[in-house]
């Protein structure tokens, strides 16, 4: 489910992005959330939905 939109700053400039966040229905996964760009790609992801600070951000991008 998309949460938020905004601009992100990546390695290849500003772009507009959204926040996803997922959940597991069996419980199994805990939730997380990512922010994604328009092509779906990951640009940073969270260890929870309530986390600030990424785990995981995008370091190098290009596309072309």
């Given at each position: 489910m998309?949460?938020?939109s905004e601009m992100r700053v990546t390695p290849a400039g500003r772009?507009?992005?959204r926040r996803i966040e997922l959940s597991d229905?069996?419980?199994t996964v805990a939730p997380f959330?990512?922010?994604v760009?328009?092509?779906d790609v990951?640009?940073?992801s969270f260890e929870d939905t309530h986390t600030s600070e990424p785990?995981?951000?995008?370091?190098?991008?290009?596309?072309?």
């Amino acid at each position: 489910m998309c949460t938020a939109s905004e601009m992100r700053v990546t390695p290849a400039g500003r772009f507009a992005a959204r926040r996803i966040e997922l959940s597991d229905p069996s419980g199994t996964v805990a939730p997380f959330a990512a922010w994604v760009d328009a092509h779906d790609v990951v640009l940073e992801s969270f260890e929870d939905t309530h986390t600030s600070e990424p785990w995981m951000r995008l370091v190098e991008y290009s596309r072309g």
